[in-house]
């Protein structure tokens, strides 16, 4: 029972491009949030769009001191995934074609 809610777990986090590397990385994303919260009075929604939404690219901008920190924050990560889709059209002559073994 431990196995298959283990194997679950990592196909969900898996599915949602989580990696257990992410998850080590939290204690970073907190301290980094204390740090924000104690110098400039940033609640958690605030914090969370300077270094992962719409301000994010302002907030790398000004405060370029803290790109080491931010590089060591959880979710920086961008994963790519192409699917090729094969579209055969005509295949009825394909198939009619192989249908007769001589």
């Keep these: 029972k431990i196995v298959t809610i283990g194997i679950s777990l990592l196909i969900l986090l898996q599915g949602a491009n989580v990696h257990f590397k992410d998850l080590v990385e939290l204690g970073e994303l907190m301290e980094h949030y204390q740090f924000h919260n104690e110098e400039y009075g940033d609640n958690f929604i605030v914090f969370f769009s300077k270094h992962y939404g719409e301000l994010k690219a302002s907030h790398s901008e000004k405060h370029q001191e803290e790109q080491k920190e931010h590089e060591k924050l959880p979710f920086q990560h961008q994963t790519q995934c192409a699917q090729p889709l094969v579209f055969v059209l005509g295949s009825d ?10």
């Excluded at 002559?93 to 007769?100: D, F, K, M, R």
Aim: charged share 10%; no cysteine.
């Design 93 to 102: 002559s394909l198939i009619n074609s192989y249908s007769e073994i001589p």
